[in-house]
């Protein structure tokens, strides 16, 4: 491959990643400062029930609007903290930003669970039942605490986590197990899991956005006897999501969609049984303001009458 690319190839390649690396190291002091200067903020997305189309909880993300290169990817930034191990303070400054929303939200009589992404890193702190302690117990009072973790970071240490999100849950706080489908769940450890959901990963999505049974002209090959690879990886992304939704409920579990882009999708997915749905069909992350404004008539606890 390097061969292939001619022309003092393998100089370049360690140039460039040379340069990677320093880009990575600036980022990761960048955003050490960046969790005190305030250039970390919170994205709320909503959590639809697909029966009633309510919001049934808010997703916070994580933003860095970095003052030079603008806004950086989540994912990057992330990767960034785990490695350079600034995750716990961003955690914790994350955990403090959904709080006080959360505050917010409830003294407006707004019903508004809110679910915290939690690393692998950081699932075993001790700091993290304190917060989760301390999150429920506030004056003014929040609403509910939700997590987050992926099925990764669960089934690791599979024993120590089951232990740690019992305690959690003992707390009060609700457990997703995110990116599901992307790891390797072992079934005996998932049963014993004490968490409330599991969030089907964007990517099993992607492929229904087209209906299988219907044919896509455009995409026909006559090579692949008519049938274009793309069209055989939709049906069995649409087969894999029904076998997750059926799992999910075997095991007693609200079944929760992410990355839903479309009307048909999520026809679809209520067709299916799924629970809950999430993506840019039902809203995008967006600022705690602008989300308050459509959670009102939804939430809004009734008003006494005059
Ligand atoms: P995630 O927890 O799986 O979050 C869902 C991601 O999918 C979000 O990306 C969201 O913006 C995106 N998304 C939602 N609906 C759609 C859709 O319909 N289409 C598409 N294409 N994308 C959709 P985002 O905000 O960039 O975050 C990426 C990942 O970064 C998150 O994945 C999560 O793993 C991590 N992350 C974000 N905030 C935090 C945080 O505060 N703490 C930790 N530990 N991780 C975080
Ligand atoms: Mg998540
Ligand atoms: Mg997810
Ligand atoms: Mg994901």
Redesign the pocket.
């Known amino acids: 491959y390097l061969a292939k690319s001619g022309g003092g190839g393998i100089a370049r390649y360690h140039a460039e990643h040379d340069r990677a690396r320093l880009h990575r190291l600036e980022l990761a002091d960048d955003l050490r400062a960046a969790v005190d200067a305030a250039q970390l903020y ?2 709320y ?1 909503p959590v639809i029930d697909l029966r009633t189309g309510d919001v049934d909880h808010v ?5 860095w609007q970095h003052p030079r290169r603008g806004n950086v ?3 990057t930034f ?1 990767d960034i ?2 490695q350079a191990g600034l ?1 716990g303070d ?2 914790r400054h ?1 955990l403090v930003l ?1 709080h006080q929303q959360s505050q917010a939200w409830r003294s407006a009589g707004l019903h508004v669970p809110i679910a ?4 692998a890193t ?1 699932l075993h702190d001790a700091e993290l039942l304190q917060a989760a302690y301390d999150w429920h117990h506030s004056d003014p009072p929040a609403g509910p605490l939700e997590i ?1 973790v ?1 099925e990764s970071a669960v089934m690791t240490h599979p024993a120590l986590a089951i232990e740690q999100l019992q305690r959690l849950t003992n707390l009060g706080v609700r457990v997703s197990i ?2 599901f489908g992307t790891g390797y769940s072992s079934l005996a450890h998932l049963r014993d899991m004490p968490v409330h959901a599991v ?1 089907i ?2 990517s099993f ?2 492929g229904t956005h087209q209906d299988p049974s219907v044919e896509h002209p455009a995409e026909r090959s006559v090579e692949h006897g008519g049938q274009h690879p793309g069209d055989r990886r939709r049906q069995r992304d649409h087969a894999l999501v029904e076998s997750i939704i059926q799992l999910g409920h075997t095991l007693d579990l609200t079944v929760i969609a ?4 479309n009307a048909q999708t999520a026809q679809r997915l209520r067709e299916l049984g799924c629970d809950e749905a ?5 809203g ?2 967006q600022l705690a303001q602008q989300l308050t404004a459509a959670l009102r008539p939804l939430r809004a606890e009734p008003t006494p009458p005059a």
């Open positions: 919170l994205n997305q997703e916070a993300l994580c933003r990817s989540a994912q992330i903290a785990e995750i961003l955690t994350v959904a915290v992404n939690i690393s950081t987050e992926t995110d990116d969030k990963d964007r999505l992607v992410e990355g839903v882009e999430q993506g840019f069909h039902f995008r992350p």
